[in-house]
């Protein structure tokens, strides 16, 4: 179409009666393959890579306006280059001008909007229609322009939020954990953990309907003892509205330690609700608001009212009552607290050296007294949390390849709870985090069976000669084949044993996670190890820390490889790569 470019704007392309005949032509402009089109009396340019896929539209159909892709078939306005499919995109349009039957195009026109900000709404795009494509190529583009963490994680997590009734889900904790594994991975697999992520949300809202936002309330004078009452009691009787409520009003009025305390008490007034998932989500929750601000503490905090409100709670099943009734031991804990806290205040409490082997007890008494003695003695939320997580981490790093596959998952809940439970109690030094720990240290209990025999892991020392790079070479081999479970614990040992650089290490985990297919519980397992990695009080625990997740992961990979396919794509497109001519294997 007519332009008002320049002269020294316009580039000469083709004869217009050429054109003519012909229909199409195929020149380069401004460094770029441009298709031309005579359709209708009138020229067109467009960019001749379709932007789906990269096909070449020069070989599609016009028709009534539309230009079509010979490929998969998407249909462009000619003149605009609107798309009719938003699995697709907007092609890029050049102005033309013919002057004495030539034809001229303007090669770098002035874009309608920058191109950041055309891949935004494409992300957008991508989340509301669950195209994983469209995602991959927008987290691809944003961070080619800055934006590749911060863009993609605040624009998942504002869909996310609105657009999923039952709240905060799987969806929302993968981006979170994946946010999380950001800064302990490579260039590439920061990409890959965004892709991971926004995925994931889009997935768990796909089909669901939209979240409709209760209101706080209009008294901004309510004290934070009142507010923790009244959300404490509409949880425990299932009003999640009238919780939403109250929670709304919390996070207008008090400050994050105290939403904290107010969400980990509701969370743990019942017992290990929803399998491990609702403190899980809550912590995840919270994390999160630490990479997005805190300014969106009130949309972010309301979608976990559900998974507490309405959570299943364990003291309802046999599992945790039957035939010692744990779950009681949670709640005469819970009652007790306050003479247990009053004796060890003013005291400072060390942890024994036996102290987690003794969270491992095959005796729940035992474990129950040995909590009450620490806190009688003075320990604090933190220093039993984090017991309970390496007791925890433990399970997972001991677990039995002689049990069913699917009890990986009892000992990852666990784990995942416990590991919430030790981030969550940095957050908050509220007695309620207390009941919260004896939880955790009863599912570890609980799971004792999954440990017997426990599987043995490598001593320190026996791998000391090794090359820390063929180590990690090998662990990602290992990778590849089915039952390498305690080849990786093996090889991750050696790492440790030869002084290999712990970053490397992770850094080579995370390219064997990213580029699976990994399972929700998978994604989780490895980020709250590295979360332990993090918070490790000695070099056994730091081993423990990446032994548990290279064994779990061991367990469950290899997949299909799927979405690395469609990541793959979406760089290679980026990279102006021919995707419809193949590529070398």
Known sequence: MATDATDTDLTEVADLDDLREEGRAVTMAGGRPVALFHHEGEVYAVDNRCPHMGFPLSKGSVEDGLLTCDWHHARFELSRGDTLDIWADDVRTFPTEVRDGIVYVDPDPDPEIPPETHWRNRLADGLAENLS????????????????????????????????????????????????????????????????????????????????????????????????????????????????????????????????????????????????????????????????????????????????????????????????????????????????????????????????????????????????????????????????????????????????????????HTFSFANAVDNLARRTDADDVYGAVWQGAMSVYLDRFLNQPRATIPDPGSGGDADPAELRARLLETFDEQGGVDEAARLVSHHFDAGGDPDALEQTMGEGLLREDAGFHTLQNVEAGFRQFELAESERERRLALIAPARYMAAHFPTRREDEQTFTIAERLFQGENIHEGSAD
């Open 133 to 412: 494509l469209v995602a991959a190529k927008a987290i691809v583009h944003l961070d080619h322009y800055g934006e590749g963490f911060s863009t993609p994680l605040e624009t998942a997590v504002d869909f996310g939020t609105q657009y999923r009734a039952d709240g905060w889900g799987r969806g929302m904790t993968t981006l979170g954990a994946m946010a999380n594994l950001h800064d302990d991975v490579a260039h590439d697999e920061k990409l890959r953990a965004m892709f991971v992520g926004v995925t994931e949300v889009a997935d768990n809202c796909s089909g669901e309907p939209p979240r409709f936002e209760q209101y706080a309330l209009d008294n901004d004078d309510l004290s934070k003892s009142r507010l923790k009452s009244w959300f404490r009691d509409t949880c425990d009787v299932r009003d999640s509205t009238g919780a939403e409520r109250c929670l709304r009003t919390a996070a207008n009025v008090l400050p994050r330690e105290d939403l904290v305390e107010i969400t980990v008490a509701a969370a743990t007034d019942h017992v290990y609700m929803n399998n491990s998932h609702t403190v899980d989500f809550l912590n995840k929750a919270v994390e999160t608001l630490d990479h997005v601000g805190w300014e969106k503490r009130e949309a972010v905090l309301a979608t976990v009212v559900d998974a507490i409100a309405e959570a299943n709670r364990a003291e309802e099943t046999s599992t945790w009552t039957r035939p010692i009734d744990v779950a009681q031991m949670c709640f005469d804990a819970a009652e007790d607290l306050p003479d247990m806290v009053a004796a060890g205040a003013g005291d400072e409490w060390d942890r024994p050296e036996d102290f987690v082997e003794t969270l491992l007890s095959d005796d729940p008494g035992e474990i129950d007294a040995a909590l009450r003695d620490a806190v009688a003695a003075g320990a604090t939320t933190e220093q039993l949390a984090h017991a309970v997580a390496v007791a925890a981490l433990r399970r997972v790093a001991h677990f039995g390849t002689g049990n069913e596959f699917n009890d990986w998952n009892t000992v990852h």
